[in-house]
């Protein structure tokens, strides 16, 4: 990759890259993943992607349970949904057992202005960093 581009762009290459390498990496997406970018890895390593839907707590305990197997899972949504939506999932399931699972929000901020206020997120990192 070079020069400068779209960070979620980035995600997607680079993820596909690490998956050539790393069979233990497990992506999940809540059915984002043409935003998210994970669909690249989704269509080279079909057995190791998951589109879990519109299901966003569901994806967090699936991707808590997967962790639990030695696997690294990268659990995929818009800032809203993968923090606000789920902080409770993400508190239990995640935060206290200290699961190795990698949470990446895209969409994150007010930059989505046109997908309105309910895809608004601007507390996502102060509820992280809340997490022991």
């Keep these: 990759m070079t020069g400068f581009g779209v960070p979620r762009d980035a995600y997607g290459e680079i993820l596909s890259e690490l998956g050539e390498t790393r069979k233990d990496i497990v992506v999940l997406d809540a059915d984002l993943s043409s935003s998210t ?8 390593f079909p057995d190791r992607f998951f589109n879990v839907g519109i299901a966003e707590q569901n994806m967090i305990g699936i991707a808590a349970g997967l962790s ?4 690294t899972v990268f659990a995929s949504s818009f800032a809203m949904f993968a923090v ?4 409770d999932q993400i508190r239990q399931s995640i935060a206290y057992s200290k699961m190795n699972v990698k949470i990446v929000a895209t969409h994150a901020g007010i ?5 309105g206020v309910s895809h608004q997120m601007i507390e996502d990192i102060s509820l992280m960093c809340a997490l022991p």
């Design 84 to 87: 606000g939506r789920v902080y």
């Design 111 to 115: 930059t989505v202005g046109e997908d």
């Design 37 to 44: 970018k994970t669909s690249s890895f989704g269509k080279k």
């Design 68 to 71: 639990t197997t030695g696997k």
